[in-house]
């Protein structure tokens, strides 16, 4: 099992950046060779997909609502991914977790256990 700790979240106002960093370590996890992936859940909402950086390459994929607003990186000497979100707005607003993820046929999709999350809010 991997255990990730979220951090970096806070009350920004809309237009504004904030830059998550996700922790991650686990007996017999190996974080270089690990997708890595953001996620958020608004209140009332179901848990999206937001960003993913694989382990072969550093590709990025993002999800269209914050495509050229957030960055997703990874440094795999300290077993940490980050997302760097700018030109923040309202609707951003919810908890953002980070997880290992793997590909399906149509999404990425989050393969263990959600850390605490971090939350961010956006004010207008």
């Known amino acids: 099992q991997v255990q990730l700790v979220e951090s970096g979240g806070g009350l920004v106002q809309a237009g504004g950046s904030l830059k998550l960093s996700c922790a991650a370590s686990g007996r017999t996890f190996s974080f270089r060779r690990s997708n890595m992936g953001w996620f958020r859940q608004a209140p009332g909402k179901e848990r999206e997909f937001v960003a993913t950086i694989t382990w072969l390459g550093g590709l990025t994929y993002y999800a269209d609502s914050v495509k050229g607003r957030f960055t997703i990186s990874r440094d795999n000497a300290e077993n940490t991914v980050f997302l760097q979100m700018n030109s923040l707005k309202p609707e951003d607003t919810a908890v953002y977790h980070c997880?290992?993820?793997?590909?399906?046929?149509?999404?990425?999709?989050?393969?263990?256990?959600w850390g605490q999350g971090t939350q961010v809010t956006v004010s207008s």
């Open positions: 997880n290992v993820v793997r590909r399906t046929s149509t999404s990425w999709v989050a393969d263990d256990s």
